[in-house]
């Protein structure tokens, strides 16, 4: 099956928007979730945000407010608008489709990831 595949990164300026995409034909169907993580280069990879199969949202503290998740099931598509980018918000982008075997057991496919680069 065909990995995520993240598009709709790039180059802004502070305070300037990006909207993320993510295709997950392979998998979307079979998930309980889909997420977008970033990762800088020497970071840990950390969440940004997740939407459950029945459509709710988390984001990480950071981002509430400004990054909106939100998902197209018929087209196995998950986006990521993200308003009022900052340089901290400088990092890959990767998109993550995760499937659930059962309680407490979890897998996670991971897309390539795209750069993100918000200058001042």
């Known amino acids: 099956q065909e990995l995520p595949v993240e598009s709709g990164g790039g180059s802004v300026q502070a305070g300037g928007s990006l909207k993320l995409s993510c295709e997950a034909s392979g998998y979307m169907a079979s998930s309980c979730g889909m997420g977008w993580y970033r990762q800088v280069p020497d970071g840990e990879r950390e969440l940004v945000s997740i939407?459950?199969?029945?459509?709710?949202?988390t984001y990480s503290d950071s981002v509430k407010g400004r990054f909106t998740i939100s998902q197209d099931r018929a087209k196995s598509t998950v986006y990521l608008q993200m308003n009022n980018l900052q340089t901290e918000d400088t990092a890959v982008y990767i998109c993550?489709?995760?499937?659930?075997?059962?309680?407490?057991?979890?897998?996670?496919?991971w897309g390539q990831g795209t750069q993100v680069t918000v200058s001042s």
């Open positions: 993550a489709a995760i499937l659930c075997h059962g309680p407490g057991s979890n897998s996670v496919i």
């Open positions: 939407i459950s199969s029945d459509g709710t949202t």
